[in-house]
């Protein structure tokens, strides 16, 4: 289970946050920072924060392929991450030419729409099981061999959370 937690709503409510991002951790969930480069997040909440994974925000992804800046940016988010223990995630990957830059760089895990789009929650199952998420690509292209499958939830009162599931290719 990976529970994600957006970076915005880490920079507003970091205190209690990381209190119960602990305990949801030592129950056995991993912890993923969702969004990451998009909000204000400041260097020094991972002296505080302990996550598993960080998602890096489609905003730097997408443009890859065509910007040294991005390539730059993105990479020392990659050794960053490293040196801390955590899996990068590239979001938002829609080509191959892209996902080839992000994994040069290193990155641990993709996702996006080079791979699948989000489905409704009462359709995950059919759509793990007719194969349409699992594909040779997804797991030669993740050293991890992780799939990141996004799944469209209905509005709840708390809104800023998506349900998303990553689990280890088999």
């Known amino acids: 289970l990976v529970v994600e937690v957006t970076e915005s709503m880490l920079v507003e409510e970091l205190d209690p946050a990381v209190d119960e991002l602990r305990a949801i ?3 056995g969930a ?3 920072i969702d969004d990451f480069g998009s909000g204000f997040w400041a260097l020094g ?3 505080w924060l302990t996550a598993d994974l960080l998602k890096i925000d489609r905003s730097l992804v997408q443009t890859l392929a ?3 800046r991005s ?4 990479a020392s988010i990659v050794d960053l991450s490293s040196r801390i223990g955590m899996t990068t995630v590239a979001e938002g990957v829609e080509s191959d030419e892209v996902a080839e830059v992000a994994m040069s760089l290193g990155v641990g895990a993709l ?3 080079n791979y699948a789009r989000a489905v409704p ?3 995950l199952a059919r759509t793990i099981d007719n194969g349409r998420y699992w594909s040779v690509r997804s797991s030669s ?3 991890s061999g992780m799939v990141s499958i996004r799944v469209k939830s209905a509005p709840r009162p708390c809104a800023k959370r998506t349900m998303s599931a990553i689990s280890e290719v088999t």
Do not use: H, K, N
């Open 71 to 74: 390539r730059a940016v993105v």
């Open 111 to 113: 996702q996006g729409w």
């Open 25 to 27: 951790s030592s129950l």
């Open 45 to 47: 909440y991972f002296r």
């Open 66 to 68: 065509v910007d040294e």
């Open 30 to 32: 991993q912890i993923a």
């Open 141 to 143: 292209m993740s050293p």
């Open 121 to 123: 929650a009462t359709e």
